[in-house]
């Protein structure tokens, strides 16, 4: 039996669809009258950091090679017949797919032919087709992207943040994983992955634009091989509250110093981290955006140039935040922002703009469920925290000064930080 759910929001006038399919798939669906396009995501929970899982069929856990989660997505478009985007040429739709730390995403745009691009995203992601002979020709073609990042410098001084950041978190480890890790990968290897992750209770399929919920559902039902839940389970290494180290220096050829400088802080799920990514980038903004006095200061002083941003990046099991760009003094700019961290902890932050801010922000939102992608990527991301788009707006809306007081001091220790440089070939030895 299906359990078809409507999800809707006072606040906006919108609503969605939720499905709990028998096969043990989470559908959404948001129906956007008289827009030409359509945007679809079939999503599983599997990413760069789950290398170490198990399921009620496994006695301990499991540890697979690093990069194995990326290594199945590149292998799934290609089937025993033909090459998926040959079949999508057919139907007229723009597709592609990404491997994120914690996810997965196979995903096509189209104007036209919408349930038969379905299909074939239905059809492919559950068609896995692995040989030795296959999975050797990959491993050439994935070191070769893996060496060609390690020459690219914003790649490098993130994870080299990370690695700055992270005692023992996967996250501090390329997607990709490395030569030597995706060496060890076979078939063997990638079908009990896929079995592992693929099942349909770990999976999310998202489909925003002008579309029918019935006709999508008679597609699920044709194509959905029901999956019995196995129980997954993944695990990480225990991960001490302070950084690894607090700085890091490579050299790449590049005419300007780059840089990253992190703020570690603790970890959190579902609505609490929402909420604490929410009030992290209203600090972010607060602290450092382009209308701030700090952010002036620091560029009438030659220290930043427009380059210059900061953002949250979490997941399961990590949470920092990230202030980047080029400057020829990295480190004379990690010792503002910290003072300016200290001296709004003590003067306090700038309630006036909060407000500005809040209202931009929650504009933001609103306009961007005018758009079909960002919609169907904003039910996927949801969905797969047990969260519904919706919890973003009321989050935003219920969001005060106090709050983001509160979350300036909790989020941002000024002992746990870490600087990544990456500097020209040719600078001078300090």
């Known amino acids: 039996m299906i359990n078809k759910e409507m999800i809707s929001n006072d606040r906006t006038g919108e609503k969605y669809v939720r499905i709990k399919h028998p096969s043990g798939l989470d559908i959404y669906v948001w129906k956007m009258d008289n827009y030409n396009t359509t945007h679809a995501l079939f999503g599983t929970k599997y990413g760069s950091i789950n290398a170490k899982f198990k399921t009620k069929n496994d006695t301990n856990f499991v540890t697979v090679p690093n990069g194995i989660a990326h290594f199945l997505e590149h292998k799934l478009f290609e089937n025993e017949d033909c090459d998926v985007f040959s079949l999508y040429a057919k139907t007229g739709a723009s597709a592609n797919a990404y491997t994120s730390f914690d996810r997965t995403c196979y995903l096509f745009t189209c104007t036209m032919n919408v349930y038969e691009s379905l299909e074939i995203l239905l059809k492919f992601v559950q068609e896995p087709y692995f040989t030795e002979a296959t999975v050797q020709k990959e491993q050439g073609i994935i070191g070769q992207e893996i060496r060609m990042y390690d020459d690219d410098a914003n790649w490098r001084v993130f994870f080299n943040m990370l690695q700055a950041l992270y005692h023992n978190h996967p996250v501090k480890i390329d997607i990709a994983g490395t030569t030597e890790s995706i060496a060890q990968i076979n078939a063997d290897l990638l079908y009990k992955?896929?079995?592992?992750?693929?099942?349909?209770?770990?999976?999310?399929?998202?489909?925003?634009?002008?579309?029918?919920?019935?006709k999508v559902l008679e597609v699920c039902d044709k194509h959905l091989k029901p999956n019995e839940n196995i129980e997954l389970e993944t695990a990480f290494e225990y991960e001490p509250d302070t950084v690894c180290k607090h700085e890091i220096t490579q050299k790449l050829e590049i005419a300007t110093p780059i840089f990253n400088i992190g703020f570690k802080a603790k970890p959190e799920d579902g609505m609490e981290r929402l909420k604490a990514e929410i009030e992290t980038n209203f600090v972010l903004s607060l602290l450092a955006d382009e209308s701030s006095d700090f952010y002036k200061k620091l560029y009438d002083d030659g220290l930043i140039n427009s380059t210059f941003s900061s953002e949250v990046f979490s997941g399961d099991g990590y949470f920092c935040s990230i202030f980047g760009g080029e400057s020829r003094n990295p480190i004379v700019v990690r010792d503002r922002i910290i003072a300016e961290i200290e001296r709004c902890k003590k003067d306090g932050l700038d309630e006036e703009r909060f407000n500005i801010i809040k209202k931009a922000y929650y504009g933001d939102l609103i306009r961007s469920l005018n758009n079909a992608e960002a919609v169907a990527t904003a039910m996927l991301n949801n969905g797969m925290e047990k969260?519904?788009?919706?919890?973003?707006?009321?989050?935003?809306?219920?969001?005060?000064?106090?709050?983001?007081?509160?979350?300036?001091?909790?989020?941002?220790?000024?002992?746990?930080?870490?600087?990544?440089?990456?500097?020209?070939?040719n600078s001078k030895e300090d």
């Open 193 to 214: 992955c896929y079995y592992t992750f693929y099942n349909l209770h770990n999976m999310v399929l998202s489909i925003a634009g002008n579309v029918d919920v019935d």
């Open 387 to 425: 969260l519904t788009v919706f919890d973003n707006i009321e989050a935003v809306a219920a969001c005060t000064f106090e709050d983001v007081t509160v979350r300036l001091e909790k989020q941002f220790n000024t002992e746990n930080v870490a600087i990544s440089i990456v500097e020209p070939i």
